[in-house]
């Protein structure tokens, strides 16, 4: 009985040191393929959020302990828009975005790169003219306030997705505040989280409504 036992026992070990073997050796295999694809997908979200240029310079922003890239856009030696890339907390986790800005800092389009909100809903985030976008694009962001409706703002979120809302504004209005340190060496007033941080109770609701696997209103 012993010996069967040892056995099996070193036979299963075996198996998970030839899978976990295999596994590694896959992820090396693809990582520069994924890597590729991922800077391809930035690549082309610069020229949808931004007017048409022949020039990209990327520096950095150093907001609330974290460091945003922002690229600045030339037409020649003419500065036409600047991407900023950002992110926030969603429903389902971290949604990442490329943000551009003309030269007045109006909004000229927002491109989601990643999230993993709920099916059908949040996930409409990342769908072109949601309401979301919508709202805010053709807008700067220093001239209306930067909440959902349902907290008194002027954007529209959208429908059973309000934390993913939330998120989308609030990755928005960060970008804006990279923007502004950019071109002017300084942060909107009330931070870039201002309008949008949640409260503890929001927090509780929102991990409620995932144990549940409710929307995210």
Do not use: W
């Amino acid at each position: 009985m012993k010996s069967s036992l040892t056995n099996m026992v070193l036979v299963m070990l075996g198996i998970t040191l030839v899978c976990s073997a295999a596994v590694g050796g896959v992820y090396t295999l693809t990582f520069d393929t994924i890597e590729q694809a991922k800077a391809q997908k930035l690549q082309s979200a610069y020229g949808e959020v931004l007017p048409a240029f022949d020039q990209l310079e990327t520096t950095t922003v150093e907001l609330a302990g974290q460091t945003l890239n922002v690229n600045i856009a030339r037409m020649g030696q003419t500065i036409v828009g600047y991407a900023v890339e950002s992110d926030a907390n969603g429903f389902g986790g971290a949604i990442r975005m490329v943000v551009g800005f003309d030269a007045e800092g109006t909004v000229t389009g927002v491109k989601v790169l990643e999230q993993a909100e709920t099916p059908g809903l949040g996930d409409l985030i990342s769908k072109p003219a949601s309401k979301v976008e919508l709202s805010i694009v053709g807008r700067n962001p220093g001239k209306i306030k930067m909440a959902v409706t349902k907290d008194g703002g002027d954007v529209d979120a959208l429908t059973a997705a309000t934390i993913t809302s939330r998120a989308y504004v609030n990755a928005v209005e960060k970008a804006f505040n990279a923007y502004l340190a950019q071109t002017q060496g300084a942060q909107a007033t009330d931070g870039y989280s201002g309008a949008t941080t949640q409260t503890n109770a929001e927090k509780k609701h929102q991990s409620g409504r995932k144990k549940k696997g409710g929307n995210n209103e």
